[in-house]
T-cell receptor, first 113, second 111 residues
Framework: QQQVKQSPQSLIVQKGGISIINCAYE??????FPWYQQFPGKGPALLIA?????SEKKEGRFTISFNKSAKQFSLHIMDSQPGDSATYFC????????????FGKGTHLIIQP | DAGITQSPRHKVTETGTPVTLRCHQT?????MYWYRQDPGHGLRLIHY???????DKGEVSDGYSVSRSKTEDFLLTLESATSSQTSVYFC??????????FGDGTRLSIL
């Protein structure tokens, strides 16, 4: 059973546009929602994360929007640049344990110049 | 970059052989994790450790074992490798509900 559903699988955005990736979760015990960016041949790198006590978090061009009642969260990349082309993963964890992250299946983002 | 080193970075082996992957950290972090990454599946947790000699199973633990005899080293062993275990394996450090940092992975091919 997939606990974190991510969409779309792939996304093409023009340079300067807004990239939006969505995730939905099922486990109401989740209390930590990070986004990771991964370039080919490298490990995932933490981009930005949010906890459910806030509805939005912004760091530079990256914003997470969080809707606790709908159990959904999304990543917005403003002014998308070719260097943002990568695979993005949402994830979730919680429940007080140390049992790792549950990941979405990933979104392959291409920013066209 | 967090001080995480995975070895080997690439390995090709045959079905039925044992394989051990190593993750070494210099951050003195208590929590360490092994994930596998497959196309269309994202990353899935194999095993994790919450201290020396303290380990537990993740979502896809069948066919894998782990050991942690020192804080800095977390080993993943495939006792008898199968083609379904062809994957990219990532080690991570950090508590589950706080930032986790990943190594650059081991690409394992089982023929």
């Amino acid at each position: 059973q997939q606990q974190v559903k991510q969409s779309p699988q792939s996304l093409i955005v023009q340079k300067g546009g807004i990239s939006i990736i969505n995730c939905a979760y099922e486990n109401t015990a989740f209390d930590y929602f990070p986004w990771y960016q991964q370039f080919p041949g490298k490990g995932p790198a933490l981009l930005i994360a949010i906890r459910p006590d806030v509805s939005e978090k912004k760091e530079g061009r990256f914003t997470i929007s969080f809707n606790k009642s709908a159990k959904q969260f999304s990543l917005h990349i403003m002014d998308s640049q070719p260097g943002d082309s990568a695979t993005y993963f949402c994830a979730a964890s919680g429940g007080g344990g140390a049992d790792g992250l549950t990941f979405g299946k990933g979104t392959h983002l291409i920013i066209q110049p | 970059d967090a001080g995480i080193t995975q070895s080997p970075r690439h390995k090709v082996t045959e079905t039925g052989t044992p394989v051990t992957l190593r993750c070494h950290q210099t951050e003195n972090h208590r929590y360490m994790y092994w994930y596998r990454q497959d196309p269309g599946h994202g990353l899935r947790l194999i095993h994790y450790s919450y201290g020396v000699k303290d380990t537990d199973k993740g979502e896809v633990s069948d066919g894998y074992s782990v050991s942690r005899s020192k804080t800095e080293d977390f080993l993943l062993t495939l006792e008898s490798a199968t083609s379904s275990q062809t994957s990219v394996y990532f080690c991570a450090i950090g508590y589950s509900n706080q930032p986790q940092h990943f190594g650059d992975g081991t690409r394992l091919s089982i023929l």
